[in-house]
């Protein structure tokens, strides 16, 4: 089983920067992604690293602003967010996968998940 857990969501002005963090315990994974729902809509995909694979892909309203990173050592995958947007008002989710071969992967293939951290992005 792996257990993950996200943390440093909250509240900031458009322009301003937020660090998400998510936590890894129990098996080891090979590829994350951070995902995102906001109310109303559906999950949507943000940002994936698939280290193993030299990897990694942006959702193109994120490219240039985001930037997602993996931690072995601390077992952690981080999402550095700048210029944020009230567009990116949302519940943020990470996800975590063992079997990265069709990479990158779509939201039904990770099948471990975070508890969410919410970002709020004021105008």
């Known amino acids: 089983q792996v257990h993950l857990v996200e943390s440093g969501g909250g509240s900031v002005q458009a322009g301003g920067s937020l660090r998400l963090s998510c936590a890894a315990s129990g098996y080891s994974t090979n590829c994350a992604g951070w995902f995102r729902q906001a109310p109303g809509k559906e999950r949507e995909a943000v940002a994936g690293?698939?280290?193993?694979?030299?990897?990694?892909y942006y959702a193109d309203s994120v490219k240039g602003r985001f930037t997602i990173s993996q931690d072995n050592a601390k077992d952690t995958v981080t999402l550095e967010m700048n210029s944020l947007k009230p567009e990116d008002t949302a519940m943020y989710y990470c996800?975590?996968?063992?079997?990265?071969?069709?990479?990158?992967?779509?939201?039904?293939?990770?099948?471990?998940w975070g508890q969410g951290t919410q970002v709020t992005v004021s105008s």
């Open positions: 996800a975590a996968e063992m079997f990265c071969y069709s990479w990158p992967l779509q939201i039904a293939d990770y099948r471990y």
């Open positions: 690293i698939y280290p193993h694979g030299g990897s990694t």
